[in-house]
T-cell receptor, first 114, second 112 residues
Framework: AQSVTQPDIHITVSEGASLELRCNYS??????LFWYVQSPGQGLQLLLK??????LVQGIKGFEAEFKRSQSSFNLRKPSVHWSDAAEYFC????????????FGQGTRLTINP | DGGITQSPKYLFRKEGQNVTLSCEQN?????MYWYRQDPGQGLRLIYY???????QKGDIAEGYSVSREKKESFPLTVTSAQKNPTAFYLC???????????FGPGTRLTVL
């Protein structure tokens, strides 16, 4: 079945530390990939996206993600987190060309220690 | 500014009543979506519409209904048949080529 998996339900890092949130997908071809962030009680904001080309994509708020075809992964990274990065992060994908639906991962909740 | 608006932000209803959640977009997107989000869970697709006067059921359509009479509007009705309607509801619209979705601020529905 087509799916997007975020293995970590909850991650805690210290302010200033580096961050990596994992995302894996199951599908044969190259999907369209997205990372969204959600603050409590708010909608989702798009951080970055990958359609084709350069496998390292830059997003807003200092985030980046790398598409690795061999590992079916699209991990989100940030070199140094800020307290304001505390939120829920969702990975999502269009797994079939022309598909009308996004497939979402279950989300990773990020907590920042001062 | 272009965007998606959802109203109201908070909604309270008595059990057994139907309630309609509003979603409006001025992004000129053809496609619109409704999702349900429960605490600690991801997003589940309720209904989506690719074009005016057409819509399809998502993964959890039972107990919900929608209409798409205008490109800008995609209201969701939570009917009395929905067994557990208390949740956070998110509306989205998308660019059709890559299905890049843009989200509204959400409506939190509480059924008393």
């Amino acid at each position: 079945a087509q799916s997007v998996t975020q293995p970590d339900i909850h991650i805690t890092v210290s302010e200033g530390a580096s961050l990596e949130l994992r995302c894996n997908y199951s599908y044969g071809a190259t999907p369209y990939l997205f990372w969204y962030v959600q603050s409590p009680g708010q909608g989702l904001q798009l951080l970055l996206k990958y359609f084709s080309g350069d496998t390292l994509v830059q997003g807003i708020k200092g985030f980046e993600a790398e598409f690795k075809r061999s590992q079916s992964s699209f991990n989100l990274r940030k070199p140094s987190v800020h307290w304001s990065d505390a939120a829920e992060y969702f990975c999502a994908a269009v797994l079939i060309q022309g598909a009308q639906k996004l497939v979402f991962g279950q989300g990773t909740r990020l907590t920042i220690n001062p | 500014d272009g965007g998606i608006t959802q109203s109201p932000k908070y909604l309270f209803r008595k059990e057994g009543q139907n309630v309609t959640l509003s979603c409006e977009q001025n992004l000129n997107h053809d496609a619109m979506y409704w999702y349900r989000q429960d605490p600690g869970q991801g997003l589940r697709l309720i209904y989506y519409s690719q074009i005016v006067n057409d819509f399809q059921k998502g993964d959890i359509a039972e107990g919900y209904s929608v209409s798409r009479e205008k490109k800008e509007s995609f209201p969701l009705t939570v009917t009395s048949a929905q067994k557990n309607p208390t949740a956070f509801y998110l509306c989205a619209s998308s660019i059709p080529q890559y299905n890049e979705q843009f989200f509204g601020p959400g409506t939190r529905l509480t059924v008393l």
